[in-house]
């Protein structure tokens, strides 16, 4: 939006790959409507059979975060991500999300890239956020992720996942460790298999994955996947070719 909609923000957007807004300053009242138009139109195709969930960072000013968030709380959306820092940023301002949570009834998420169950403690005990969703591969693993969804849970702080680019293998450790969370749990986010010869040679998942919604854990030991190296020999470059040897 910050390249495409004229007069979106009163800056100049940069070439930044990121699809933050860490180059926006505030925005106008034209960028402001755009935005909050585009969200009435999705809750309208949903209705209310779907929560809606938006990731909308990192990067915006903390008056536009709490007038945006202030004006879609009356559609009643799951959560609002990374408004204010999070991809790409290695650093949490407990404090500046605590201002934007207590001014909203909206839900205020965040957590994916945080190193450590120590760097959520403040976003925990200082109700920081409502919602706090660790990846279980930036955190530190499938152990790390499950001791803050307890301690979250007993803050009162809700708990949903990160893990949309870890591919299978990091899909099979989410289904894991969802399935031993507390009731603070909502959902992960899902991940997929890129390139797509990854369903190929991953043996163990359901098919479909996901049915409603929702996925059967599965009863094998471990993370119950494997890599079949018969079928994943035929991907390997050249100078990987004797890495199943």
């Known amino acids: 939006m910050k390249r495409d909609i004229r007069d979106f923000f009163h800056g100049e957007p940069q070439t930044s790959v990121y699809h933050g807004a860490l180059d926006t300053g505030l925005l106008t009242p034209r960028g402001m409507k755009h935005i909050i138009a585009c969200v009435e139109a999705m809750v309208d195709v949903f209705g209310d059979s779907v929560s809606l969930a938006l990731d909308c960072g990192p990067g915006w000013t903390l008056p536009d975060a709490i007038r945006f968030a202030r004006a879609v709380e009356p559609l009643n959306l799951l959560w609002l991500e990374d408004m204010l820092t999070g991809d790409y ?14 001014a909203t009834s909206t839900p205020i998420h965040t957590g994916e890239q945080i190193y450590l169950r120590q760097n959520f403690k403040e976003l925990i005990e200082r109700h920081a956020v409502n919602v706090v969703g660790p990846d279980p591969c930036d955190v530190g693993g499938i152990a790390e992720l499950k001791w803050i969804a307890e301690y979250a849970h007993l803050h009162g702080i809700l708990m949903a996942p990160h893990g949309t680019g870890n591919g299978l293998l990091g899909l099979a450790a989410l289904v894991q460790v969802s399935a031993t969370l507390p009731p603070n749990y909502i959902a992960f986010e899902l991940p997929a298999g890129d390139p797509a010869w990854w369903y190929d040679i991953v043996d163990g998942l359901p098919d479909p994955i996901v049915r409603n919604g929702k996925i059967e854990v599965w009863d094998r030991p471990g993370m119950g996947v494997e ?17 199943f040897d």
Do not use: G, M
């Open 89 to 102: 940023v290695p650093y949490v301002n407990a404090d500046v999300y605590r201002e934007l949570t207590q």
């Open 227 to 243: 890599i079949d190296p018969e079928k994943a020999r035929r991907y390997l470059l050249d100078e990987d070719a004797a890495f």
